[in-house]
């Protein structure tokens, strides 16, 4: 069975760059009939809170994001502890010393000497009584040791990787305070709970090429990985300072609906063309991993808006009446009232603006040359309540008193009364007008 992960770690709001991930992982496994599992890796008892875990579930939630199952990483540091034992039985895993500043000098060194920064397997070399001396001193962490071999697979969006294990330092699995590290403890998840397939960033690549070592000495199956591009922001900058500004929850805090926010995150940075869609199903059913590039992704928020008021306009009456109802419009103009304003607002705390509006009438914006043209005008305009033919009868009335006509005539009665140079056709709005201000 396709089973995928999305992992995020609850040291903070998950963001746009992470949602990318979790939705090509959730949109793969659910387009195989597959599982999806929501995997919180909180190894780093610190900095992971539970208020961050309680967010990303809000979060996903939100989204439709649903998952059959959630793991937490903190409640299986045994199985990471097993599996570190049989490295060391394999003699795959070895304990080193190095301080951070010791190794930032060999770091240096090697560079200036034109040879690839990695680790020099140093420790490989401590007598049993050297290493006792140093774990009395300063404990020591731990290193799996790799084979020096070509590390290869077909990536799902690279195409075919090839990275030389000679050329990356051995990596830490576990810190010197013993706190177990993302690499060692996602492959035994993955291993474990029969994960087929990982999509995550390109940054990620090296990273997985040790994984895959790591994988096959443990005995496990090697998924399908494949590498999205990272996101930047809309002139090509680097999102990462920016991400606080794009957490999934500031977001939504701003009006942006879930479908607007997928169908943008489905497509972007693939062949196909961003397209609203309406439901999870035809998200599901349009996506193929296969079309993404490997190519910088540009990210513009604003782009999320005018996909945001499209999703809006499809929405039906229904589907808006209890926050219309909580506005207090009355039960006989509520239906009209959306279907005047649904072409005319961006996101949905908009209405409450124009419910005031109708409510209270605008404040009116009346141009000098305009001012005794509207005073007549209003003159003209018959006591409430307004019906659908009032603007057409009241126009023609002006015209003929005033000799106004075209934009000269409608642009300074509709700034009058609505205070606004656009908005819907003032026919629809006359019915919803309680109050017109510019008779004051």
Same mark, same amino acid.
């Given at each position: 069975?396709?089973?995928?992960?999305? +992992? @995020? &770690?609850?040291?903070?709001?998950?963001?746009?760059?992470?949602?990318?991930?979790?939705?090509?992982? /959730?949109?793969?496994?659910?387009?195989?009939? #597959?599982?999806?599992?929501?995997?919180?890796?909180?190894?780093? @008892?610190?900095?992971?809170?539970?208020? /961050?875990?309680?967010?990303?579930?809000?979060?996903?939630?939100?989204?439709?994001?649903?998952?059959?199952?959630?793991e937490r990483q903190s409640e299986r540091l045994d199985r990471y502890a097993?599996?570190?034992?049989?490295?060391?039985?394999?003699?795959?895993?070895?304990?080193?010393?190095?301080?951070?500043?010791?190794?930032?000098?060999?770091?240096?060194?090697?560079?200036?000497?034109?040879?690839? %920064?990695?680790?020099?397997?140093?420790?490989?070399?401590?007598?049993?009584?050297?290493?006792?001396?140093?774990? $009395?001193?300063?404990? !020591?962490?731990?290193?799996?040791?790799?084979?020096?071999?070509?590390?290869?697979?077909?990536?799902?969006?690279?195409?075919?990787?090839?990275?030389?294990?000679? &050329?990356?330092?051995?990596?830490?699995?576990?810190? +010197?305070?013993?706190? *177990?590290?993302?690499?060692?403890?996602? *492959?035994?998840?993955?291993?474990?709970?029969?994960?087929?397939?990982?999509?995550? =960033? &390109?940054?990620? *690549?090296?990273?997985?090429?040790?994984?895959?070592?790591?994988?096959?000495?443990? !005995?496990?199956?090697?998924?399908?990985? $494949?590498?999205? &591009?990272?996101?930047?922001?809309p002139q090509g900058e680097a999102l990462s300072k920016r991400l606080g500004?794009?957490?999934?929850?500031?977001?939504?805090?701003?009006?942006?609906?879930?479908?607007?926010?997928?169908?943008?995150?489905?497509?972007?940075?693939?062949?196909?063309?961003?397209?609203?869609?309406?439901?999870?199903?035809?998200?599901?059913?349009?996506?193929d991993i296969s079309r993404f590039g490997a190519a910088p992704t540009k990210?513009?928020?604003?782009?999320?808006?005018?996909?945001?008021?499209? /999703?809006?306009?499809?929405?039906? /009456?229904?589907?808006?009446?209890?926050?219309?109802?909580?506005? #207090?419009?009355?039960?006989?103009?509520?239906?009209?009232?959306?279907?005047?304003?649904?072409?005319?607002?961006?996101?949905?705390?908009?209405?409450?603006?124009?419910?005031?509006?109708?409510?209270?009438?605008?404040?009116?914006?009346?141009?000098?040359?305009?001012?005794?043209?509207?005073?007549?005008?209003?003159?003209?305009?018959?006591?409430? %309540?307004?019906?659908?033919?009032?603007?057409?009868?009241?126009?023609?009335?002006?015209?003929?008193?005033?000799?106004?006509? !075209?934009? !000269?005539?409608?642009?300074?009665?509709?700034?009058?009364?609505?205070?606004?140079?656009?908005? %819907?056709?003032? =026919?629809?709005?006359?019915?919803?007008?309680?109050?017109?201000?510019?008779?004051?």
């Amino acid at each position: 069975m396709t089973t995928t992960r999305f +992992a @995020p &770690s609850p040291t903070g709001y998950i963001h746009v760059g992470n949602l990318r991930t979790a939705l090509m992982n /959730y949109l793969i496994a659910r387009k195989a009939g #597959g599982t999806f599992i929501l995997r919180i890796d909180d190894t780093d @008892p610190v900095r992971s809170k539970q208020e /961050y875990v309680d967010q990303i579930q809000r979060d996903l939630e939100w989204l439709g994001l649903t998952w059959d199952r959630i793991e937490r990483q903190s409640e299986r540091l045994d199985r990471y502890a097993e599996a570190a034992d049989k490295l060391r039985e394999i003699g795959r895993f070895y304990e080193c010393f190095e301080t951070p500043t010791e190794l930032e000098l060999k770091r240096k060194k090697q560079l200036n000497m034109g040879k690839p %920064p990695v680790y020099d397997r140093a420790a490989l070399d401590l007598s049993e009584e050297e290493k006792d001396k140093l774990r $009395a001193d300063r404990g !020591g962490y731990w290193r799996f040791k790799l084979d020096h071999e070509r590390i290869e697979w077909k990536d799902g969006i690279l195409g075919d990787i090839s990275i030389d294990a000679a &050329s990356v330092s051995d990596p830490v699995l576990i810190r +010197a305070d013993g706190q *177990v590290l993302y690499t060692i403890a996602s *492959v035994v998840d993955d291993t474990e709970m029969g994960v087929t397939h990982v999509v995550r =960033g &390109s940054d990620h *690549v090296t990273n997985t090429g040790t994984q895959i070592q790591i994988i096959r000495a443990l !005995g496990g199956n090697v998924p399908e990985f $494949a590498h999205h &591009s990272l996101l930047t922001g809309p002139q090509g900058e680097a999102l990462s300072k920016r991400l606080g500004t794009l957490a999934i929850k500031d977001l939504r805090e701003q009006g942006v609906e879930p479908m607007a926010l997928l169908s943008l995150m489905a497509r972007l940075g693939s062949s196909a063309p961003v397209e609203l869609r309406g439901s999870m199903d035809e998200l599901i059913e349009g996506f193929d991993i296969s079309r993404f590039g490997a190519a910088p992704t540009k990210f513009d928020e604003q782009d999320l808006f005018p996909l945001t008021a499209h /999703y809006l306009q499809t929405l039906p /009456y229904a589907a808006v009446a209890d926050e219309i109802a909580a506005l #207090g419009v009355p039960a006989d103009l509520a239906e009209r009232f959306w279907a005047v304003t649904r072409e005319n607002i961006t996101i949905r705390a908009d209405l409450k603006g124009w419910w005031e509006l109708f409510r209270d009438g605008a404040e009116p914006v009346i141009e000098d040359e305009d001012r005794d043209f509207i005073a007549e005008a209003m003159k003209l305009l018959p006591e409430g %309540p307004f019906d659908g033919d009032t603007w057409g009868n009241w126009t023609a009335e002006v015209k003929a008193a005033t000799g106004r006509k !075209g934009k !000269g005539l409608f642009m300074p009665l509709r700034k009058a009364l609505t205070g606004k140079s656009h908005g %819907p056709d003032m =026919g629809d709005v006359m019915p919803l007008l309680q109050v017109v201000r510019a008779r004051d």
